[in-house]
């Protein structure tokens, strides 16, 4: 079994972000061994009551087999902190997203790439510094052959 798949199961429980997955991790020394996590062993990881009880309704509701068959139907491929294609420069933040999901490859050139993450409920101020951001890298350096983009 891809140990990928029990990453993929804790990106997507509400409150399990790069520092309490990183705990588990230390916790219990695999992806697998923190999702079978007992309750009690969950919260002397670290995790609070909350947290535990979402991890336990979506443990018991979902297929993670069945939802990692269909991650890889669409051909999306999912990149871990241990994974040697995960970019080394996202790893030196001061927290990397555990999980990537990627369509395509990727290239030495995107070693340059640049990423703005936000909300999915976006502010007008927020709007506001993507634009100019965006605006900006764009305006400097490179060949003009950039994809640069803002998605909403």
């Known amino acids: 079994m891809d140990e990928r798949l029990y990453w993929v199961g804790f990106n997507l429980i509400k409150g399990i972000g790069a520092v309490r997955f990183k705990a588990l991790l230390d916790h219990f020394g695999d992806a697998r061994t923190a999702w079978e996590g007992s309750p009690v062993d969950l919260a002397a990881a670290g995790l609070g009551s909350k947290i535990i009880e979402r991890f336990i309704d979506v443990r018991s509701s979902l297929d993670?087999?069945?939802?990692?068959?269909?991650?890889?139907?669409?051909?999306?491929?999912?990149?871990?902190?241990?994974?040697?294609?995960?970019?080394?420069?996202?790893?030196?933040?001061?927290?990397?997203?555990?999980?990537?999901?990627?369509?395509?490859?990727?290239t030495n050139e995107d070693q340059w790439?640049?990423?703005?993450?936000?909300?999915?409920?976006?502010?007008?101020?927020?709007?506001?510094?993507?634009?100019?951001?965006?605006?900006?890298?764009?305006?400097?350096?490179?060949?003009?052959?950039?994809r640069v983009g803002a998605r909403y």
Do not use: C, M, S
């Not at 051909?75 to 970019?87: G, R």
């Open 113 to 146: 790439a640049v990423a703005i993450v936000g909300t999915r409920q976006v502010t007008a101020y927020g709007r506001q510094v993507t634009e100019e951001l965006t605006a900006t890298l764009a305006h400097n350096g490179g060949d003009g052959g950039e």
């Open 64 to 106: 993670l087999e069945k939802f990692w068959d269909q991650i890889q139907k669409q051909e999306i491929k999912v990149l871990t902190w241990q994974d040697a294609a995960y970019p080394p420069h996202l790893k030196e933040i001061d927290q990397p997203p555990p999980v990537l999901y990627l369509r395509g490859e990727i």
